[in-house]
């Protein structure tokens, strides 16, 4: 099971509006990487964090990977009725054991 | 565009029957994982592998899961028998474990998944 908190767990929003999501652990984590994951389809890679502090932009799409290394964010700014999916957040340590969250299943109303 | 491909797309089987599951990596990438997505579990890892090598699967319940690499660029994982209590979208993913090379290191690449229902 997951050992990432991820919240919120679902979010309603209206296009145009910005989006933010996060992710805590009690572990620290040396990378954390946002996933979406549209129906039928495998999580594809959005951003990638690799160090304390780092803010990255993919588009509209802004993630930062937290200070004390236990959380990260992502935004997502002016939403558009295909940012709908489930949004996960993976964290990983020394290995090539990823943890991942719940997810943030976000629903855009045109 | 390099992609994980995965096949079956979906399996509906009976109960007892043996499953298996085919996994096709990113060329040029060494590690393979094998997850199980259920809405009550979330992604749960399964086993993965560096260099073909297994490296870790204590995710998988060993008296019916079993997971190989023949080769680069085969990854299997087979149940028998199969349960009701396996059904579940089954991922493969494959990074790369190295700081150089293509791709970004330190991630994964999914495949579309293979929808398991067991009747």
């Known amino acids: 099971g997951q050992q990432l908190n991820q919240s919120p767990q679902s979010m309603f929003i209206q296009e145009g509006e910005d989006v933010s999501m996060n992710c805590t652990s009690s572990?620290?984590?040396?990378?954390w990487l946002w996933y979406k994951q549209e129906p039928g389809e495998g999580p594809v890679l959005l951003i990638a964090?690799?160090?304390?502090?780092e803010l990255t932009s993919n588009g509209r799409l802004t993630a930062q990977f937290g200070i004390t290394r236990k959380d990260s964010f992502l935004n997502i700014s002016a939403s558009i009725p295909s940012d709908v999916g489930i949004y996960f957040c993976?964290?990983?340590?020394?290995?090539?054991?990823?943890?991942f969250g719940a997810g943030t299943r976000l629903t855009v109303k045109p | 565009d390099a992609r994980v491909t995965q096949t079956p797309r979906h399996k509906v089987t009976e109960m007892g029957q043996e499953v298996t599951m085919r996994c096709q990596p990113i060329?040029?990438?060494?590690?393979v994982f094998w997850y199980r997505q259920t809405m009550m579990q979330g992604l749960e890892l399964l086993a993965y592998?560096?260099?073909?090598?297994?490296?870790?699967d204590s995710g998988m319940p060993k008296d019916r899961f079993s997971a190989e690499m023949p080769d680069a660029t085969l990854a299997t994982l087979k149940i028998q028998p199969s349960e009701p209590r396996d059904s579940a979208v089954y991922f493969c993913?494959?990074?790369?474990?190295?700081?150089?090379?293509?791709?970004?290191?330190?991630?994964?690449?999914f495949g579309p998944g293979t929808r398991l229902t067991v009747l």
């Open positions: 060329l040029g990438h060494n590690t």
């Open positions: 964090l690799y160090k304390a502090g």
């Open positions: 592998f560096r260099n073909r090598a297994p490296l870790d």
């Open positions: 993913a494959s990074g790369l474990d190295e700081k150089t090379g293509t791709g970004l290191p330190d991630t994964q690449y």
């Open positions: 572990s620290i984590f040396n990378t």
């Open positions: 993976a964290g990983r340590y020394n290995n090539n054991d990823m943890r």
